[in-house]
Nanobody, 119 residues
């Protein structure tokens, strides 16, 4: 199993920046990909950005050019650098890891960290 703990959320004004972190523990060697998702009140949880073990990244169109996902394998930590934040970025941000166990791919979630962007 993989355990994930997010940190770095908070309140920021529009145009500001935040960096989220996600510390992974447990069977980190079995992780094949990691991602950030977010969920605004009354909305579904959506993918924000993802990164594979090979370093391939993918972003939602709404955050391209503003957010950067990265991973420090030595520290078992995933990051999301968020610049030029907008009020519509307000949401709970969740870290996700997909890992292989007994030939199957499973997912693990963190508890989430709140990001609030004021206008």
């Amino acid at each position: 199993q993989v355990q994930l703990v997010e940190s770095g959320g908070g309140l920021v004004q529009a145009g500001g920046s935040l960096r989220l972190s996600c510390a992974a523990s447990g069977s980190v060697g079995s992780i094949v990909a990691m991602a950030w998702h977010r969920q605004a009140p009354g909305k579904q949880r959506d993918l924000v950005a993802g990164i594979t073990n090979g370093g391939t990244t993918d972003y939602d169109e709404a955050v391209k050019g503003r957010f950067t996902i990265s991973r420090d394998s030595a520290k078992n930590t995933l990051y999301l650098q968020m610049n030029n934040l907008k009020p519509e970025d307000t949401a709970v941000y969740y870290c996700n890891a997909r890992f292989e166990t007994y030939g199957m791919i499973k997912g693990s979630w963190g508890q989430g960290t709140q990001v609030t962007v004021s206008s």
